[in-house]
């Protein structure tokens, strides 16, 4: 069965650095999504990307936050300028349509800002 | 604004007891219902949906009950096992739009 995949599965970082993580939705799946999850905590939404554009951001999604899809499988979310405060599991997630369906997600990027 | 509120936050049930995980949600176009699984650093699993169109879906031991008026759904798990041990998760996308908002989690225990 396809799965979502993510990596790396944890990226240790120094407050104020670039981070990249990394994403391959489903092959066939149109729609994309990245969630955090601190620890202990609810799985909260940061962006919907749909046919090369953001759909939709939250209001963690600020300027610091980026994503792009720069080939035909891999999608990727970057965060210019980390936080302490950024520390948290990172979800990809892919659904075929944008509603109604179920969205697969990628087994996470632990990412711990120092 | 959109919201999902779940509960009980924790629960604990004796091996083949039934448990129950109720959610309210706040936006009336919701129409899609999923539950998740999340197992410790493990990734969220759906283990089953609803969509409004329906008011009940049962799978083997696990089934959702949806009440469109009321705004809101619960999971009902059945002669539960050790290894329903996990953090389950509700979910609803507030409106048309693709995302999910998800609910504080519910960490069931299942002792034998």
């Known amino acids: 069965e396809p799965e979502v995949t993510q990596t790396p599965s944890h990226q240790v970082t120094q407050m104020g650095q670039e981070v990249i993580l990394r994403c391959v939705p489903i092959s066939n799946h149109l729609y994309f999504y990245w969630y955090r999850q601190i620890l202990g905590q609810k799985v909260e939404f940061l962006v919907s990307?749909?046919?090369?554009?953001?759909?939709?951001k939250s209001e963690i999604f600020d300027d610091q936050f980026s994503v792009e899809r720069p080939d035909g499988s891999n999608f990727t979310l970057k965060i210019r300028s980390t936080k302490l405060e950024d520390s948290a599991m990172y979800f990809c997630?892919?659904?075929?349509?944008?509603?109604?369906?179920?969205?697969?997600f990628g087994p996470g990027t632990r990412l711990t800002v120092t | 604004g959109e919201n999902v509120e779940q509960h009980p936050s924790t629960l604990s049930v004796q091996e083949g007891d039934s448990a129950v995980i109720k959610c309210t949600y706040s936006d009336s176009a919701s129409n899609y219902f999923p539950w998740y699984k999340q197992e410790l650093g493990k990734r969220p699993q759906l283990i089953i949906d609803?969509?409004?169109?329906?008011g009940e879906k049962k799978d083997q031991r696990i089934a959702v009950t949806l009440n469109k008026t009321a705004k809101h759904f619960s999971l009902h798990i059945t002669e539960t096992q050790p290894e329903d041990s996990a953090v389950y998760f509700c979910a609803a996308p507030p409106y048309q739009g693709g995302k999910l908002i998800f609910g504080q989690g519910t960490e069931l225990s299942v002792k034998p």
């Open positions: 990307f749909y046919n090369n554009e953001i759909s939709e």
């Open positions: 997630a892919s659904s075929y349509t944008g509603t109604g369906s179920e969205q697969y």
């Open positions: 609803i969509r409004s169109n329906v």
